[in-house]
């Protein structure tokens, strides 16, 4: 048998900071948590996420007929946090995997050079052609559950992978394949009683241990709802336009890493190796996209401006209506009546999503100037949906002045 020591030294010159491998056996516990929790509607809005999905995605041998083996891996992006600005102007919160390039076009290219260098090293060891498929977050394949069984990190209570060393602040990466490999053990590291991150959640998306309720995730809200937030959940949501990292803020392991981060202090990873730790340079903000983006220009964002500013970092998923759907309840959230001139701006958007909740956010900030733009618009208003937004805001605002 190969030496996996010398694959996952490989994987570590590649810059992965974790390698473990596990069988390639199914998954049937994560088979049946998935089908649960969508039997439970916890999944609701990723209408991809489906029980036939998980009888692929837990089954590695679906994936690569002969499979063996997979090696897990995990790459840390936690970079420092930018001074905070205080300028006077509303600024929004974008989460930290966000603040640089796409983690998905980081990882692929290192994923295939794995890929490559494996098929050499393992030449001979196996009758036939060495066969690898790569997964990175967008395949089908469970990678909280291929780390756990791996030993590299434990299930958090907040449902993220926690890894010794760097917390959560990790993304996961896999590649399967038919090379059969000696499979490391689970940590038996847990959360123990601490529960702080289930309280964090402003939204109460972690009804219980272990247990995500997609619906009300902020995560959810402001990158894949591809429509209209629900109206309980905007006040709940704060300056958050992309993505929300409150359950792993709040995580004592996590601020364990920070702390390490800020003083580069090396890690022993579990007595095994010595690591340098140094943030990574492509996951630190970008002049373009920062990590606390003035809010009120971004309402005036054309298709292409956005294309422009957000090329090659993950934002571009929520398209510009997404995101500038999340701005205005940002602002509308931060209450400023700066915003009052740009939100009127944007009642008149191409897309109905943001003329709606632009509406919102004029009727939670309130005052004559948005009274009145807000009446106007309902007057010129052809979307059933936008006017039922337009008159809830008035409504909100009468009965204010009351
Ligand atoms: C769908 C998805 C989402 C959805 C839904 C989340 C969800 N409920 O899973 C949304 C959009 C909300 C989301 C949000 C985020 N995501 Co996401 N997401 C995924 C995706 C594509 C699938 C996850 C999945 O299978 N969910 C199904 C549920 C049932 O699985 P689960 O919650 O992990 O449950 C497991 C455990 O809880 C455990 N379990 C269940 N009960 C019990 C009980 C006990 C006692 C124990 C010990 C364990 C246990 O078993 C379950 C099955 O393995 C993965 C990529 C992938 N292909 O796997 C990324 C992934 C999970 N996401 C990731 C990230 C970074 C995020 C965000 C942090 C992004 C952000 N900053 O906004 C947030 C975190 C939110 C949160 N607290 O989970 C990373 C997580 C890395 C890590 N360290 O864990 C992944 C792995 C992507 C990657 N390749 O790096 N995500």
């Keep these: 048998m190969l030496n996996p020591l010398t694959i996952k030294e490989y ?165 399967v394949t038919n090379l059969p490999l000696p499979a490391d053990k689970p940590v038996k590291t847990n959360c123990g009683s601490c529960e702080i991150c289930l309280h964090a959640c402003p939204t109460q998306a972690l009804p219980a241990p272990y247990v995500l309720d997609n619906t009300r995730c902020i995560s959810f809200l402001t990158i894949e709802l591809r429509g209209s937030i629900p109206l309980e959940l905007r006040p709940l949501m704060g300056n958050l336009i992309f993505g929300c990292d409150i359950c792993q803020e709040v995580c004592p392991v996590n601020i364990v890493a920070e702390r390490r981060l800020e003083l580069r202090q090396d890690v022993n990873v579990g007595g095994e190796r010595e690591v340098r730790f140094e943030p990574r340079l492509e996951f630190r903000p970008r002049a373009t996209v920062g990590s606390s983006p003035e809010l009120i220009p971004l309402l005036s964002l054309t298709e292409e401006q956005f294309r422009e500013r957000f090329r090659r970092s993950p934002i571009r998923r929520a398209k510009r209506r997404g995101l500038l759907r999340n701005v205005c309840v940002a602002l509308g959230n931060i209450g400023d009546p700066l915003a009052v001139p740009a939100l009127i701006g944007a009642l008149q958007d191409h897309e109905p999503l943001v003329r709606g909740h632009a509406a919102w956010a004029l009727g939670r900030i309130g005052g004559e100037e948005a009274r009145q733009a807000l009446q106007e618009a309902l007057q010129k208003e052809e979307d059933g949906e936008v006017c039922k937004e337009i008159q809830y805001a008035l409504d909100g605002l009468k009965s204010r002045t009351r």
């Design 11 to 175: 994987a570590y010159s590649l810059g992965f900071d974790i390698a473990r491998i596990t069988t390639a056996d199914s998954f049937p516990i994560a088979e049946q948590v998935i089908k649960e929790r969508i039997a439970q509607g916890l999944m609701e809005g990723l209408p991809w996420f489906t029980a036939q999905r998980s009888e692929v995605s837990c089954h590695p041998d679906v994936l690569l007929p002969d499979a063996q083996s997979i090696i897990t891996l995990a790459l840390f992006y936690l970079t420092q946090q930018p001074d905070e600005i205080n300028d006077g102007t509303p600024r929004g919160r974008i989460s930290r995997y966000a603040w640089g390039d796409d983690y998905h076009e980081s990882i692929k290219p290192r994923l295939q050079q794995f890929a490559a260098w494996l098929r050499e090293y393992a030449r001979g060891e196996i009758p036939g052609e060495l066969e690898t498929r790569l997964f990175v977050d967008t395949g089908r394949m469970v990678d909280r559950a291929v780390a756990q069984r791996a030993g590299l990190g434990w299930n958090g209570k907040n449902t993220n992978i926690l890894t010794k060393g760097w917390g959560s602040w990790v993304f996961l990466a896999e590649i």
